[in-house]
């Protein structure tokens, strides 16, 4: 009897170690008291072996089969013998087929052949026969090769899924390192808040943490300064990281793109996917240079929209000067 | 002293689970790989010994005369309770094995030459297979060819040829290709060896 779907998704979870352990204890008990659905288990277990195998699991699936299922090693020997069986039938289908369509061309041939030979023409017959061996030759030789194309293709299929696990993985670490830089920011921001609520008349530049400077910027210009004269950042020996601030009026964009570069210069940093905060003016955008991407000179802060296909637009930018003492 | 397992409770255990021998023999089969599996899904790191202890305790209770309405259930509750067992003082390395990443540890196991274990792993296959007699050899091909599209029809087919319900027949592929990866396990850890 074939096991209901439901009772599949069911020893799927089981094999997957997703089932709670009242489900659990339940179905080991049926299944020690019913050959019947000890043998549905082993069904669905080989069913779930040879999917993974063949690279049809869902990645969701996938990820668990190969969380959970592939720690124990027996039932990683399990999967290795799939794998060598399934090659195995592989081989002898193809090679089936390869018989039959071979056998196929051949007895067509042959009778070809034979007509020619019995034919008044002999010479002519004996030139097809030669032509028709050598048909066969070369057409069951096409039907290896392409046998062993489509195998290779499969193996591109499955080493780009392996990629595109990878790709998914990545984007999961710059996602958690993003969110780390976010944190970073927003502890700096705090302690300076605290820091100037204690010493009301700590310098900005880094009279408190001479490691960090900061500086807050809106579209061409310091905010509160004169937008004839730059803004000016001053960078001692011992500061390691720049804090920017970016104000901006208006945000079209759930994500933006910063550079930053020496006027006349190539870029020496950027951040991608930044979120806007939402401020009183409008939105800031916080983020933090290592120190030593600044040389003396002008610089000019870029701020881009990232749209739907990943392109980015200009939204704002500023100028300031970088001295260093 | 620690209880042993002696041929008469043996015996015994043949006994009753089918007056036939014959019979017995097969039923006592089945449940050994019914423990076996169900060691290795609640990820058990030695399946057999485990398999063991359970008929051991089982044979036992028998041998002393007790007397068991659900014989699958029992063995179930027996089973639990020495996986349950097994997981004492074993926690230290169960939390170690789930912290540890199984697609690395598949990866260490492959690092050597994974071509030529996968190649020897075939000849292995190969091998076995030649040891299964013909029938058995068309019939687990067949039942396993991956055409999904007419594979009900196709196993229906076989079913009708060999004259066996479809159940039937699934079970005998199943058995066949446990009997079959046993048998490259062993050929394949031998072939490792030398």
């Given at each position: 009897?074939?096991?209901t779907?439901?009772?599949?998704?069911?020893?799927?979870?089981?094999?997957?170690?997703?089932?709670?352990?009242?489900?659990?204890?339940?179905?080991?008990?049926?299944?020690?008291?019913?050959?019947?659905?000890?043998?549905?288990?082993?069904?669905?277990?080989?069913?779930?072996?040879?999917?993974?195998?063949?690279?049809?699991?869902?990645?969701?699936e996938?990820?668990?089969?190969?969380?959970?299922?592939?720690?124990?090693?027996?039932?990683?020997?399990?999967?290795?013998?799939?794998?060598s069986?399934?090659?195995?039938?592989?081989?002898?289908?193809?090679?089936?087929a390869?018989?039959?369509?071979?056998?196929?061309?051949?007895?067509?041939?042959?009778?070809?052949?034979?007509?020619?030979?019995?034919?008044?023409?002999?010479?002519?017959?004996?030139?097809?026969?030669?032509?028709?061996?050598?048909?066969?030759?070369?057409?069951?030789?096409?039907?290896?090769?392409?046998?062993?194309?489509?195998?290779?293709?499969?193996?591109?299929?499955?080493?780009?899924?392996?990629?595109?696990?990878?790709?998914?993985?990545?984007?999961?670490?710059?996602?958690?390192?993003?969110?780390?830089?976010?944190?970073?920011?927003?502890?700096?921001?705090?302690?300076?808040?605290?820091?100037?609520?204690?010493?009301?008349?700590?310098?900005?530049?880094?009279?408190?943490?001479?490691?960090?400077?900061?500086?807050?910027?809106?579209?061409?210009?310091?905010?509160?300064?004169?937008?004839?004269?730059?803004?000016?950042?001053?960078?001692?020996?011992?500061?390691?990281?720049?804090?920017?601030?970016?104000?901006?009026?208006?945000?079209?964009?759930?994500?933006?793109?910063?550079?930053?570069?020496?006027?006349?210069?190539?870029e020496?940093?950027?951040r991608?996917?930044?979120?806007?905060?939402?401020?009183?003016?409008?939105a800031?955008?916080?983020?933090?240079?290592?120190?030593?991407?600044?040389?003396?000179?002008?610089?000019?802060?870029?701020?881009?929209?990232?749209?739907d296909?990943?392109?980015?637009?200009?939204?704002s930018?500023?100028?300031?000067?970088?001295?260093?003492? | 002293?620690?209880?042993?397992?002696?041929?008469?409770?043996?015996?015994?255990?043949?006994?009753?689970?089918?007056?036939?021998?014959?019979?017995?023999?097969?039923?006592?089969?089945?449940?050994?790989?019914?423990?076996?599996?169900?060691?290795?899904?609640?990820?058990?790191?030695?399946?057999e010994?485990?398999?063991?202890?359970?008929?051991?305790?089982?044979?036992?209770?028998?041998?002393?005369?007790?007397?068991?309405?659900?014989?699958?259930?029992?063995?179930?509750?027996?089973?639990?309770?020495?996986?349950?067992?097994?997981?004492?003082?074993?926690?230290?390395?169960?939390?170690?094995l789930?912290?540890?990443?199984?697609?690395?540890?598949?990866?260490?196991?492959?690092?050597g030459?994974?071509?030529?274990?996968?190649?020897?792993?075939?000849?292995?296959?190969?091998?076995?297979?030649?040891?299964?007699?013909?029938?058995?050899?068309?019939?687990?091909?067949?039942?396993?060819?991956?055409?999904?599209?007419?594979?009900?029809?196709?196993r229906?087919?076989?079913?009708?040829?060999?004259?066996?319900?479809?159940?039937?027949?699934?079970n005998?592929?199943?058995?066949?290709?446990?009997k079959?990866?046993?048998?490259?396990?062993?050929?394949?850890?031998?072939?490792?060896?030398?």
């Amino acid at each position: 009897m074939e096991p209901t779907s439901n009772s599949k998704r069911m020893i799927r979870r089981y094999l997957l170690g997703e089932l709670p352990e009242a489900e659990r204890a339940a179905l080991e008990e049926k299944y020690f008291t019913d050959q019947v659905v000890f043998e549905q288990v082993v069904q669905t277990e080989n069913e779930l072996v040879d999917s993974y195998v063949r690279g049809r699991l869902a990645p969701r699936e996938r990820a668990q089969f190969e969380r959970h299922y592939l720690a124990h090693p027996e039932r990683r020997e399990r999967m290795r013998f799939a794998k060598s069986f399934l090659t195995k039938l592989d081989q002898t289908e193809t090679a089936k087929a390869v018989a039959g369509e071979s056998s196929t061309i051949a007895k067509s041939w042959l009778r070809r052949l034979f007509a020619s030979i019995s034919s008044p023409g002999f010479s002519l017959g004996f030139s097809m026969a030669l032509a028709a061996v050598l048909l066969i030759l070369g057409g069951s030789w096409l039907l290896f090769e392409n046998h062993r194309l489509r195998r290779r293709l499969a193996e591109t299929g499955e080493t780009q899924a392996s990629y595109a696990r990878r790709e998914r993985e990545l984007e999961r670490q710059i996602a958690d390192e993003r969110k780390r830089a976010d944190q970073l920011a927003d502890e700096v921001e705090r302690m300076r808040a605290q820091s100037q609520t204690a010493s009301p008349g700590a310098n900005r530049s880094g009279n408190v943490f001479p490691e960090l400077v900061a500086m807050d910027l809106t579209s061409n210009g310091i905010r509160g300064g004169n937008a004839e004269k730059p803004p000016t950042l001053i960078i001692r020996r011992e500061t390691k990281r720049v804090r920017l601030r970016f104000n901006v009026e208006a945000h079209d964009y759930s994500r933006y793109r910063m550079g930053l570069r020496p006027v006349g210069g190539k870029e020496v940093w950027s951040r991608q996917g930044l979120a806007p905060k939402p401020s009183p003016e409008g939105a800031s955008f916080v983020v933090i240079v290592p120190a030593e991407k600044f040389a003396a000179g002008d610089y000019i802060l870029t701020l881009g929209g990232e749209n739907d296909t990943g392109a980015v637009v200009d939204v704002s930018k500023s100028f300031f000067r970088v001295i260093k003492k | 002293m620690a209880w042993v397992l002696t041929e008469e409770a043996f015996s015994k255990l043949l006994e009753f689970l089918d007056p036939d021998r014959e019979r017995a023999g097969e039923k006592y089969e089945d449940l050994r790989r019914t423990l076996v599996r169900f060691f290795e899904w609640r990820g058990t790191p030695a399946p057999e010994e485990h398999v063991d202890e359970t008929l051991n305790r089982v044979a036992r209770r028998l041998d002393e005369g007790q007397v068991i309405s659900n014989f699958g259930g029992y063995c179930y509750g027996v089973a639990r309770l020495v996986f349950m067992e097994s997981l004492k003082g074993r926690e230290r390395e169960i939390i170690s094995l789930e912290d540890a990443d199984p697609r690395a540890l598949v990866a260490a196991e492959d690092a050597g030459d994974a071509a030529a274990e996968e190649e020897r792993r075939l000849e292995c296959l190969e091998e076995c297979l030649r040891k299964l007699p013909n029938e058995s050899q068309e019939l687990i091909m067949e039942y396993y060819q991956d055409e999904r599209r007419d594979k009900i029809d196709r196993r229906k087919a076989l079913a009708e040829r060999l004259g066996i319900p479809r159940l039937a027949l699934g079970n005998r592929a199943q058995r066949l290709r446990d009997k079959l990866a046993q048998c490259v396990k062993s050929c394949f850890t031998k072939k490792k060896a030398t």
